[in-house]
């Protein structure tokens, strides 16, 4: 196996580590594997903005497609300042596990921008979304490639690239994105369903434990759309939500925090810094306070050898991509620690944008508690052959979720042979 020096980051450097070790177990056929360690295309393109100052500023963005012997790819788009080749590029490849593991006809994909979104008007986003939309225009489509929000961008940004690529076919074509406004297409429940299957498979995994989360103390870092919606849930059902954190910094309360009002809190304030009642803590210092569930839903790489022997939950549920280092995995399995993978955990928002684009395919919508029921679903079934798998095997349930994910993207591989 040859290095890739142009897709080295450690997002990256964690994806490669977790196929390599899982490739050994299922005993890949060498040329499939080597295969699977590379996306099958990328593309790096300037994308230049009029700011409202009437400068130009030019920004980098990134579309890879990791694998599409399952079918079209999907995959979100994320605006940030350290998105780069090598994080796309990981991401894609975790999506492609992701979708093979829920059994959905994708393969995976990521696509982001290098700024600062929240330092940019809703005008000068707009203008971003919309060159970026033309310069990758040859590699998305319905039947090519899905793009989704992700961290930075949301249903408005959507709605933009949906009408943007449309502009250039003469009609409408909703179902070029996901995620998007129910208004033009977009469908019940999808802004919800991140955090709804997190909250699924915890409640799947508590039973496994014999145990019930009502009265256990929660941490979610990361209160955003995915940690906000598992946090409300969670709150709702008797659990203590202990610990909160967002880009600007975190808060604590052992007693537990009123996640209505700080809802409210957020929404006139920005952040949850400085809600009534509660310790201010740092983004590093929340991981490492007591609690029965911590729930990393902000960035990768959160959990690492530095910190991991210092993490007192007796689950984590991975509501981000990649939090977990492999270093850290091995630190948190040798202590017990139940972790529920990524690509099984935060598998919500992709069922969802798949149940949208067989809705948009169908010129037929469903209810909303259709959607949370066929959520439920899938996210049981997996969680329960997951689950399974690990206690076959004797391995973690990373390892079990990345052998299933694997194996069916390296069958298909095989079924369909090497062109030419």
Request: with cysteine; glycine share 10%.
């Amino acid at each position: 196996m040859i290095t890739s020096p142009e897709f080295d980051s450690e997002l990256h450097r964690t994806a490669l580590a977790q196929l390599d070790a899982v490739a050994g177990r299922l005993q890949l056929d060498p040329n499939i594997h080597e295969r699977l360690r590379y996306p099958r295309r990328a593309l790096v393109v300037s994308v230049p903005v009029m700011m409202d100052s009437g400068r130009t500023e030019v920004f980098i963005g990134y579309r890879v497609h990791h694998s599409t012997a399952l079918g079209p790819t999907k995959g979100g788009l994320r605006y940030d300042i350290d998105v780069n080749l090598g994080e796309v590029t990981a991401l894609a490849m975790l999506m492609s596990w992701k979708c093979a593991l829920m059994g959905l006809p994708y393969g995976g994909a990521k696509g982001g921008v290098r700024c600062l979104p929240r330092s940019m008007s809703v005008q000068e986003r707009e203008h971003l979304t919309r060159r970026y939309t033309a310069e990758i225009i040859l590699m998305i489509g319905p039947d090519i490639d899905i793009p989704a929000p992700d961290l930075g961008t949301d249903e408005q940004t959507m709605a933009w690239m949906m009408d943007t690529y449309s502009m250039t076919q003469g009609k409408s074509v909703p179902g070029v994105v996901t995620g998007k406004p129910i208004i033009v297409g977009g469908s019940a429940g999808r802004r919800e369903a991140t955090g709804r299957g997190i909250v699924y498979v915890l409640y799947q995994a508590a039973k496994n434990l014999g145990q019930e989360l009502r009265g256990k103390a929660i941490v979610v870092q990361g209160f955003g759309n995915v940690g906000a919606v598992a946090a409300r849930m969670l709150w709702n059902d008797g659990a203590i939500i202990a610990g909160v954190s967002d880009f600007k910094g975190a808060i604590w309360n052992p007693r537990g925090i009123d996640i209505p009002q700080l809802e409210a809190h957020v929404a006139a304030t920005g952040s949850v810094v400085d809600f009534p009642g509660t310790e201010p803590l740092s983004n590093a210092q929340i991981l490492e306070q007591p609690c029965d569930v911590l729930i990393p839903a902000a960035v990768g790489s959160q959990l690492h050898a530095g910190n991991a022997d210092r993490i007192k939950a007796s689950i984590v549920a991975e509501g981000a991509n990649g939090p977990t280092t492999p270093e850290a995995d091995q630190i948190l399995r040798d202590r017990g620690v139940t972790v529920i993978p990524d690509i099984l955990s935060n598998a919500g928002g992709v069922v969802v944008s798949y149940f949208e684009w067989v809705q948009g395919l169908q010129h037929y919508f469903w209810t909303e508690a259709e959607i949370i029921a066929r959520l439920q679903e899938l996210m049981a079934r997996a969680f329960t052959r997951v689950w399974q798998s690990s206690q076959k095997n004797g391995v973690d349930l990373r390892t079990a979720a990345l052998m299933e994910g694997v194996r069916r993207v390296a069958d298909a591989h095989v079924v369909r042979g090497l062109y030419p």
